[in-house]
């Protein structure tokens, strides 16, 4: 439980992305503290697999894995493999054995080295049921499969990392709609004034230019014009207002 509170503590901190992707450090981070030796949390980033947080017990080894670990191609997964059952079925494996670790991801060098465990505990990330990555647990202690009480705690813990990320992801979007709603009615605002302007200045010569008689005959149509433009006027100041109070800058004067 007191794992649990620190993960999701730390992973719904924020909703920007940038630190979430940090968040996923921390909670690799946190699951080498009594689940397992390391952990790895891939997400998937258009046809990859993509390591976004890696943690070891030994810190010395984690740098390692921060530094060769290098993304998995979807294609390239073995179908029958642990990864794609578990990108398929969205439930957590288990591959045990000495070549547990080289089953799940092929590596060689300091990276094989980094990666020995003899059991390895894949479990998906998933939000709105879509499989938003995975986080593989590696273990060098054989002798037993986690506990259920372990398993639940993964399960858990990947339940709310895809629950944060998907959240950033969702944020970061409205961000970006906002943005370009924001840019649009600047665009339409300001090309709206230069034909406003026109109309105003037309309407007032109409006014002073024509002779005596033609004014009060046209007196009606000129008002027309000068309401509509003002209309107008009113509508792209409501325009400007509202973006400004939804961005947060809006001061009233008194």
Do not use: W
């Amino acid at each position: 439980l007191e794992l649990l509170t620190a993960a999701t503590t730390e992973l719904y901190s924020s909703l920007r992305l940038e630190q979430e992707l940090e968040s996923l450090l921390h909670l690799a981070r946190l699951t080498t503290q009594g689940l397992a030796d390391y952990c790895v949390v891939y997400l998937v980033e258009g046809d990859e697999l993509r390591p976004t947080g890696a943690a070891h017990r030994d810190r010395g080894t984690e740098i390692v894995l921060q530094k060769q670990l290098s993304p998995l191609r979807l294609e390239g997964i073995d179908p029958a493999g642990a990864i794609a059952e578990v990108l398929r079925t969205r439930r957590p494996a288990l591959v045990a054995g000495a070549d547990a670790a080289a089953a799940v991801v092929p590596a060689t060098g300091a990276l094989a080295a980094a990666l020995a465990a003899q059991l390895v505990t894949i479990v998906p990330l998933v939000a709105r049921t879509t499989v938003l990555g995975i986080m593989t647990l590696g273990s060098m202690e054989a002798s037993r499969p986690p506990a259920p009480a372990d398993t639940a705690l993964m399960e858990e813990l990947a339940r709310h990392a895809a629950i944060a990320i998907d959240n950033a992801r969702l944020y970061e979007t409205a961000e970006e709609a906002v943005r370009a709603r924001d840019k649009l009615l600047a665009i339409v605002s300001h090309d709206l004034r230069s034909p406003l302007s026109a109309i105003t200045l037309s309407y007032a010569s109409l006014g002073r230019n024509r002779p005596q008689d033609d004014r009060r005959a046209g007196r009606k149509q000129v008002e027309i014009i000068r309401r509509s433009a003002e209309r107008m006027s009113r509508l792209i100041e409501d325009l400007v207002t509202a973006t400004t109070i939804e961005a947060g800058r809006f001061t009233a004067e008194p």
